[in-house]
């Protein structure tokens, strides 16, 4: 009650921030019950008739269904075996450079793709990847290869996803573990010097376990966010032809719902994706905390 | 480290080689969209240009300055980036700073109510109708207000205030007579200048970037970001080429050849500012960066 007397104008600072978190963030969650009835504009959330599970189960037993989770987890899986360990790996191996110089152009020069927009980073590997003009295709042929229609071939779509955010991302991903590694008390590593251990003994024994707890967090955030695979790409990527392997939860939501103003039924098929998300998260956090020590709340 | 052992300057050697292959293909693909923008497009097509641009060609640029649709877009994204990127920050600021204060009862709560919703949502579906309820459709605030502020930045900037700025220095304001408000204003403000560099960046290069908010809520072309007009030249029409199957012999086609310069072109100017200011980028968003780590 003091700190309220006292410190009045920091609520009053903060409420117009907890009144917006309310309306944007909040609202949705309670307009989510969309999902159990028959939304109708006219009718309202409020007023519309509830349906029960029927979203839900027309949703299980769509044609869909199956090739959406197997695309989502495929690509999740693909990048967190892929895209996980690169910034990693690729952390480490700045941290062994000594070259001061090396090491800044190493960082530059990585960073840089972070900053392209997705439309600009797809452009590119639309360009890229061009069968007829693309340097990739070029260069196959004066190989001797025979050029590969790659953005129509259904098999190649999560290979080009993945890697190309591999470009994009690595470098960017790796500042947080190089900002770990920094905080390494060089003694440790004199010590082991003096014991005669190796370069990559070291880097075994003492960087990669200095920055486990790190690695865990983020590794949490990962698995929990398995099922949400990001619509922006996806959807810039897509086309007639890859769809067999393209299409994903967050684009079936987006054509149903949006464009195809199936609002109660993509709800439905949203909010099944941030609650297996969700708990996924619950759960990945709960064993990381009793295995490691280590978790996000 | 005088006398190393065979191993582990192989060790060594062995990652000198591989980062510099790491940086020749991170590097290769901006150096060639840079060439082919100013390059003769006939090489660029055939792929006898691998590396520097084969003739000197300014045509691409030319175009997308006669394009009143691509300047268009470039106003909008400008006046989106700066409106949005104040109201970020004004109120991460207003949200931060009350939470970094121990004195401030019931944050706990309040951090539980804003972290909740990094972790959990209504969706792509509740939130377009929401927008669509309060009228917003087709104008600015669809595209600002769903993001008007990050709770992830809200913790970093908390997380700033009450390990870089001395609490001794606020308690002495207090006791002189600073509100809380004046001390926010004339002591920790003026002390935060690095934090709230790292946040003007991180938000409007966030916003320069985005594009999802403007697909979904804007139909009007006149209001169009940037990002969009981009998305039509740079991926719808080769999109549909691929898909044609590439019936056309190119080379022939003159303007075939200009639209090719152009979305080379295109890439560069939409990204101009950014690289501009890529060496400042770089050092804040590196901070940032490092304080979200403190804390994540």
């Known amino acids: 009650m003091r700190s309220l007397r006292k410190n009045w104008d920091l609520y009053l600072l903060i409420a117009p921030v907890m009144m917006y978190i309310l309306l944007f963030h909040y609202v949705p969650m309670y307009g989510l019950q969309i999902a159990f009835k028959n939304f109708t504009a006219v009718k309202g959330i409020w007023g519309s008739p509830w349906v029960g599970l029927d979203h839900f189960e027309r949703f299980f037993n769509s044609f869909y269904f199956w090739r959406l989770i197997k695309n989502t987890l495929g690509i999740s899986l693909y990048e967190l075996v892929v895209g996980f360990p690169a910034p990693l790996l690729l952390a480490l191996m700045i941290n062994e450079v000594s070259s001061r110089r090396f090491r800044k152009v190493v960082q530059t020069v990585t960073y840089a793709p972070h900053f392209l927009s997705t439309v600009v980073l797809v452009g590119m590997v639309l360009m890229f990847l061009s069968p007829q003009k693309g340097v990739i295709n070029h260069l196959i042929q004066l190989l001797g290869g025979h050029s590969i229609p790659f953005m129509t071939e259904p098999e190649w779509f999560k290979t080009i996803y993945v890697f190309s955010g591999v470009w994009q991302s690595a470098g960017w991903g790796s500042i947080i573990y190089l900002a770990a590694l920094t905080g390494i008390d060089p003694g440790l590593h004199e010590a082991a010097i003096i014991d005669g251990a190796s370069r990559l003994r070291r880097i075994w024994h003492i960087n990669l376990p200095s920055i486990m707890p790190t690695v865990v967090i983020l590794l949490i955030l990962n698995l929990g966010n398995i099922m949400g695979v990001g619509f922006e790409k996806i959807y810039l990527m897509q086309n007639n032809l890859n769809k067999e392997s393209s299409d994903v939860i967050a684009t079936y939501v987006y054509q149903s719902g949006i464009l195809g103003a199936q609002y109660s039924f993509s709800a439905a098929v949203g909010l099944f994706n941030s609650l297996v998300n969700f708990v996924l998260l619950v759960m990945v956090n709960a064993v990381a905390r009793k295995v490691n020590e280590t978790s996000l709340w | ?296």
Not at chain 2, 73 to 91: E, Q
Not at chain 2, 169 to 193: F, K
Not at chain 2, 262 to 284: C, G, R, S, T
Request: hydrophobic share 50%.
């Open chain 2, 1 to 296: 480290m005088a006398n190393q052992t065979f191993g582990d300057r192989f060790l060594g050697v062995a990652i000198y080689a591989f980062l510099s292959v790491v940086l020749l293909v991170v590097i290769y693909p901006l150096i060639y969209v840079i060439s082919a923008s100013i390059s003769d497009p006939v090489p660029v097509i055939n792929g006898s240009m691998w590396l520097f641009p084969a003739g000197f060609n300014l045509t691409g640029y030319a175009k997308i300055f006669q394009n009143q649709e691509v300047l268009i877009g470039y106003r909008n994204t400008i006046v989106y980036t700066v409106l949005g990127t104040a109201i970020n920050l004004v109120m991460t600021v207003m949200a931060a700073y009350p939470l970094s204060r121990k004195d401030f009862s019931g944050r706990g709560v309040i951090t539980g109510i804003l972290v909740f919703t990094m972790f959990f949502s209504g969706g792509l579906i509740p939130t377009y109708l929401l927008i669509k309820n309060l009228h917003m459709i087709n104008t600015v605030w669809a595209l600002i207000l769903p993001g008007a502020v990050s709770v992830y930045n809200i913790i970093i900037m908390r997380t700033f205030f009450q390990t870089g700025i001395p609490g001794e220095l606020q308690e002495a304001a207090a006791i002189d007579g600073c509100g809380n408000l004046q001390t926010l204003w004339r002591i920790v403000l003026p002390l935060s200048m690095p934090i709230l560099a790292v946040m003007v960046l991180f938000y409007s290069v966030g916003h320069w970037n985005s594009y999802f908010n403007a697909l979904i809520y804007l139909s009007e072309r006149g209001k169009f970001p940037l990002q969009l007009f981009l998305r039509e030249i740079l991926i719808k029409g080769e999109m549909d080429e691929m898909l044609q199957g590439g019936g056309t012999m190119i080379g022939q086609d003159q303007q075939l050849l200009e639209a090719e310069t152009v979305k080379y072109a295109m890439v560069v100017v939409a990204n101009l500012p950014i690289f501009l200011l890529y060496p400042f980028l770089q050092k804040y968003f590196v901070k940032g960066v490092m304080i979200g780590a403190i804390k994540g």
